[in-house]
């Protein structure tokens, strides 16, 4: 496995993540698995923004060139992207909770930065 420096507890939280994303639970992330990732993160991106997204993980991951994302593959894309805005990006798309939609404020009454959401 691809643990080098992967303490124990981000080593578990990767495996959270990568469990998310492998929808279908075959041990492997598809770029279909990625493009629904971000479409039900409901990230404020273009739709050409986040093919642009998937396609640089799936380059820069599937390192065997089989088409999916392995879960040692998954480690290495994690701490190679770990300080760019992809990587920032795809934790937020991980992390946000499912079946909720973060929108900014919809009125004048509403703070700047104030977030609202709906299931």
């Given at each position: 496995m691809a643990r080098g420096s992967v303490s124990d507890e981000e080593m578990m939280e990767l495996r959270e993540a990568f469990?998310?994303?492998?929808?279908?639970g075959n041990g492997?992330?598809?770029?279909?698995?990625?493009?629904d990732l971000f479409k039900a993160a409901c990230l404020p991106l273009p739709g050409y923004r986040v093919r642009e997204i998937t396609e640089n993980l799936?380059?820069?991951g599937d390192?065997?060139?089989?088409?999916?994302?392995s879960f040692d593959e998954f480690i290495k894309v994690f701490h190679g992207l770990k300080s760019t805005d992809v990587?920032?990006?795809?934790r937020k798309a991980i992390n946000k909770k499912?079946?909720?939609?973060?929108?900014?404020?919809?009125?004048e009454q509403s703070s700047v930065?104030?977030?609202h959401s709906y299931s």
């Open positions: 469990a998310k994303v492998d929808t279908d492997y992330i598809s770029c279909n698995e990625l493009n799936m380059a820069t390192l065997d060139q089989d088409g999916r994302i990587a920032k990006t795809f499912e079946g909720i939609c973060a929108i900014g404020g919809t009125s930065g104030t977030q």
